[in-house]
């Protein structure tokens, strides 16, 4: 994961999803509203995000000040039949992170990684997986990647694999798709990224269909240093549960819209399609204090998009109620979606969710 001494130039992308409510009998009881949830008690950005059960839980993340002695090692939990948080402790590791990942898959949860940032602004991609135990809040240390990456997209794969894509690894990106077996617990390397390597990429998986979108590619400049550059590119991988590790990649054509760096992002059912949605984020790579690599703030996107892999189709949707960025996962709250904390406007560390339904965009709007 870059420094803010490096530099970046942009190029373009965004998107979302929602589904119809069941049919009901004219005498059948009102549906109930939704949960009202409350905001985190907390503000943070960077927020490592995952569902298990009833509960959504949020690990690290990056505090109001946005320096480096604002970076959290703690796990929040809400709960969605209350709509209330409780702090559930503090991580096991010396150092907060920053660009982690959380995967739920089977019951457990999986936390992937991510980066230290020293005092004097040194930053370095961990290797530990841990485990989370949802009902115990425990964790147990479950295995280390054999290419320590963050800012990689990470998606569970049939309730039993994770798959890690791409991602910064101490000084540059690289190309790797590392595949974990959450019950051998064994890696397996896959079929590598076939795009420029990327970071603050976002997507998700449907079936065996992976779509990957986005990111951050970087190439060394004449002075050395790294120039970084948001690219537009969009691939699908096909998985092979009889070949695990082979991936038929494909590549799409872009998604509607600017590009966009760390953007919230998942795989799901709705509208009457199995989809990958992806929301917010922004269309200029920064820092970790959401100044852009290029030394000029960085704002937010309420783009919401999604693509079909059953029709080959990208589709807009209604943009969200309010712009986002700084965003690691997008969970699913049962027919609504959630983006948590994250920064907004003036790059703005907020405790807020913003809640909203994948839905058509109006007439003659993106």
């Known amino acids: 994961m870059p420094t803010s001494a490096r530099i970046a130039l942009l190029l373009i992308g965004a998107f979302s999803l929602g589904g119809p409510a069941l049919a009901q009998h004219p005498r059948a009881a009102a549906k109930a509203a939704p949960v009202k949830l409350s905001p985190a008690p907390v503000a943070r950005a960077n927020w490592a995000v995952t569902r298990a059960g009833n509960e959504v839980f949020a690990f690290y993340g990056l505090g109001e000040g946005k320096a480096s002695s604002d970076i959290a090692r703690d796990v929040h939990a809400l709960d969605l039949t209350s709509g209330q948080w409780r702090k559930v402790g503090d991580i096991p590791v010396k150092e907060g992170r920053l660009a982690s990942a959380a995967v739920t898959v089977d019951g457990s949860v999986y936390l992937f990684g991510g ?33 320590p990456v963050d800012d990689m997209v990470a998606v569970s794969w049939r309730d039993r694999w994770i798959v890690l894509v791409s991602g910064w690894h101490d000084k540059a990106n690289v190309a790797d798709v590392q595949i974990y077996d959450t019950q051998t617990k064994q890696w397996t390397s896959g079929t590598p990224w076939p795009g420029k390597p990327v970071f603050g990429h976002a997507g998700g998986l449907v079936g065996d269909a992976m779509v990957v979108c986005d990111g951050v590619t970087s190439a060394k400049g004449a002075d050395g240093k790294n120039v970084f550059a948001i690219t537009n590119e969009c691939w699908q991988g096909k998985l092979d549960a009889g070949q695990v590790g082979k991936i038929s990649w494909q590549q799409l054509p872009a998604h509607p819209g600017a590009p966009l760096y760390r953007s919230g992002s998942l795989g799901t059912t709705t509208g009457g399609a199995a989809r990958i949605v992806f929301a917010g984020g922004s269309g200029r790579p920064y820092n970790f204090n959401g100044i852009g690599y290029d030394r000029l703030p960085s704002e937010p996107s309420a783009a919401v998009f999604s693509y079909v892999p059953k029709s080959g189709k990208w589709e807009t949707h209604a943009p969200l109620p309010e712009a986002g960025m700084d ?34 965009a109006k007439a003659g709007k993106r």
């Open 115 to 147: 980066y230290t940032v020293s005092p004097t602004g040194e930053e370095v991609s961990t290797p530990e997986v841990l485990r989370f135990a949802p009902a115990s809040g425990r964790f147990e240390t479950e295995s280390t990647m054999p290419v």
């Open 327 to 360: 965003f690691r996962g997008l969970v699913d709250l049962g027919g609504d979606y959630g983006l948590f904390g994250g920064m907004r406007a003036a790059q703005q560390v907020s405790a807020d969710i913003i809640r909203f339904r994948v839905q058509p």
